[in-house]
């Protein structure tokens, strides 16, 4: 069927629809790797395959033989270099479905609780800390890579291994499945150019994680006391208390059947504000 008659070219329903599927990739594909590195590497391909058409276009055989092979290799670079928006975009597609949803379970109220009372303490002596929730992701690597645990999460526990004269005060704990599983885990750095250098090398790590895995990340600066939090490779600094329940509560999958339980925060944590 035909809706829009352009003289020689024919333009119908099909038409449209393919060229919505196609623009809506096009979009998703530019949030994808917008403020990353790959935006320089595409603009640079979009230039060698625009001088690989003029070439061919005026029969210069020897530079385009050149160029198509490396066009050839480039396929490779580009998945060695996408690695990690790849694995990120693989992620995103295998754990964010509604059947993933369905089992997930997310933590409890009692520890999202223990976890901002600690980060309350830990904000207030200016004790940097580094704590990972595994959501969809088993971060089996980086629990391999740090000092296994297997303990319930309470408050005192946490401020403990953050405190500077304990030996698993650098690095990350991660909780899965509501326990400690690891502390003194080191996350991978992120790349990401557009990151502010007011950031150290904490906040660059809790990014990096949340770049390519399913994970909800808690910082505490070590120079201010300030709270953030990295989620889906953001990061949102200069968090209150309340403000950090309220994002924990919705990342990590909590539910309650009374408004009041999202909305009202302890007296003592209104105090501490």
């Not at 929730?133 to 297997?150: E, P, Q, W, Y």
């Not at 953001?234 to 329940?245: A, E, H």
Request: net charge neutral; hydrophobic share 45%.
């Amino acid at each position: 069927m035909e809706i829009l008659p352009l003289g020689f070219l024919e333009f119908g329903l099909k038409d449209l629809v393919e060229t919505l599927i196609i623009a809506m990739v096009i979009v998703l594909l530019y949030r994808w790797i917008r403020g990353s590195f790959a935006v320089p590497v595409v603009i640079g391909l979009v230039i060698v395959f625009g001088v690989n058409a003029a070439v061919s276009m005026f029969g210069l055989t020897t530079i385009n033989f050149v160029l198509r092979r490396l066009l050839d290799v480039g396929i490779i670079a580009v998945i060695i270099l996408f690695q990690p928006e790849i694995r990120k975009l693989l992620y995103n597609i295998g754990h964010k479905t509604s059947l993933y949803k369905f089992f997930d379970r997310g933590g409890s109220f009692s520890v999202i609780d223990e976890v901002v009372d600690a980060v309350k303490a830990l904000s207030r002596t200016k004790t940097g800390a580094l704590i990972v929730f595994s959501k969809g992701s088993t971060l089996n690597d980086l629990v391999d890579l740090g000092v296994s645990l297997d303990s319930t999460v309470s408050s005192e526990l946490l401020v403990t291994i953050f405190n500077k004269n304990t030996p698993l005060h650098d690095g990350a704990v991660i909780i899965r499945d509501n326990r400690i599983v690891a502390a003194s885990a080191y996350l991978p750095i992120s790349q990401n150019p557009n990151i502010s250098s007011v950031f150290g090398t904490r906040h660059r790590a809790a990014l990096g994680i949340s770049e390519v895995n399913d994970v909800l990340v808690l910082v505490v600066s070590e120079e201010t006391g300030r709270i953030s939090i990295a989620h889906n490779g953001l990061l949102t600094s200069g968090m209150t208390i309340q403000k950090l329940r309220y994002e924990m509560q919705k990342h990590l999958g909590e539910e309650s059947g009374k408004e009041t339980d999202l909305v009202s925060f302890r007296q003592s944590e209104l105090e501490s504000n």
